[in-house]
């Protein structure tokens, strides 16, 4: 028989797969042992690359037309399991298991990668290789806990020009430049996240929107620092899918809402004779300076206050009676106006 590649297990032995059936390699000893024969209907075909998971063997085989995976039982391989086709033309190249998800293989050529559901028994592709990369041959032989898959992306979300923190009030839309250098595939989209945690991006999204900006309501705070970046990936009705294999943010900007100034006024005697004036109080929230327009029975005024804590003096006409209002019509600090 003819041997492909193979998988050190760890009883030791190197398993070897052909057409023929399984076999082993002892380098200990240096002997090789035929196994046995593949299951009766299976066709003829080669076992290219074989990989080993939880204990269990699994393999990539192909014929002219078709890739496909199986699951090798290691004492009788006439009982090994069909797991499904691969899609694409040509034989799988390699393998590369992918958590409790399925598998990633190449085509025959290593031009494209397809990854197997295991749940669903379908295969999709993944991406395409660049023309000049001939073979990507012993993905079965893949760096400890890797879970991306084996191949070159070209999905690029760009780069988010500037630096700094994006300062805004909480009245207004948060509007910043579009990402440049983009790479998006035929089923990829672009869009815009907001999100509070740079160590878990796609995990932390609290809006996404399709243009450059956003606006403050819940569930955002002020005075947290979020960021923008964007997402590049698969359109998944409308979004982008945050389990593309492929997917990719640009860099992150911070964003930091203000909140509004505000003004709360206060005397120490409500009581005011005839054609006396009264003191008011203005205790204000916000950066200073603030500029406060109020109207009082002597009409509009506008007043700039150095500090938190101020006040001013209110004359009624000397022919006014009863109860008279102190109105805040505008209010601005050094960040922040609220009309």
């Not at 299976?42 to 393999?59: A, E, M, R, S, T």
Request: proline share 9%.
């Amino acid at each position: 028989m003819e041997y492909g590649s193979g998988q050190l297990a760890p009883n030791g032995l190197v398993y070897l797969g052909g057409v023929g059936g399984l076999g082993s390699f002892n380098p200990a000893n240096n002997t090789l042992n035929f196994i046995g024969p593949w299951p009766a209907a299976w066709p003829q075909i080669g076992v290219h690359d074989i990989f080993l998971v939880n204990n269990l063997l699994y393999g990539t085989v192909y014929d002219i037309n078709q890739s496909y995976l199986i699951q090798i039982d290691v004492n009788d391989p006439s009982q090994s399991i069909w797991l499904g086709p691969v899609n694409g033309t040509g034989g799988a190249e390699g393998g590369i298991w992918n958590g409790n998800a399925g598998y990633f293989a190449s085509d025959n050529l290593g031009l494209d990668i397809y990854f197997y559901d295991i749940a669903t028994g379908n295969s999709s592709l993944v991406c395409d290789l660049p023309d000049n990369v001939i073979s990507i041959f012993g993905l079965s032989f893949p760096p400890a806990g890797t879970q991306e898959p084996p191949c070159l992306c070209s999905t690029n979300a760009g780069v988010l020009g500037g630096s700094g923190t994006f300062q805004v009030c909480s009245n207004e839309t948060l509007t910043f430049p579009a990402v440049i250098q983009t790479v998006l595939d035929g089923d990829d989209m672009l869009q815009y996240i907001l999100f509070s945690n740079p160590a878990d991006t796609a995990g932390s999204i609290v809006a996404t929107s399709a243009t450059p900006s956003f606006t403050f309501g819940p569930p955002l705070q002020t005075g947290v620092t979020y960021y923008v970046a964007a997402a590049a990936g698969n359109n998944l009705n409308g979004s982008v899918d945050l389990s593309d294999p492929c997917l990719d943010f640009s860099n992150a900007r911070p964003v930091l809402w203000r909140p509004l100034p505000a003004v709360t006024f206060s005397t120490a005697n409500p009581n005011v004779c005839p054609g006396a004036c009264k003191t008011i109080n203005a205790n204000f929230t916000g950066t200073p300076p603030f500029t406060l327009t109020y109207n009082s029975p002597e009409g509009s005024s506008t007043q700039i206050f150095s500090g938190n804590n101020g006040s001013f003096d209110v004359c009624p006409p000397t022919n006014s009676m009863g109860n008279f209002v102190i109105q805040a019509t505008a209010l601005a600090d050094a960040l922040c106006a609220c009309p």
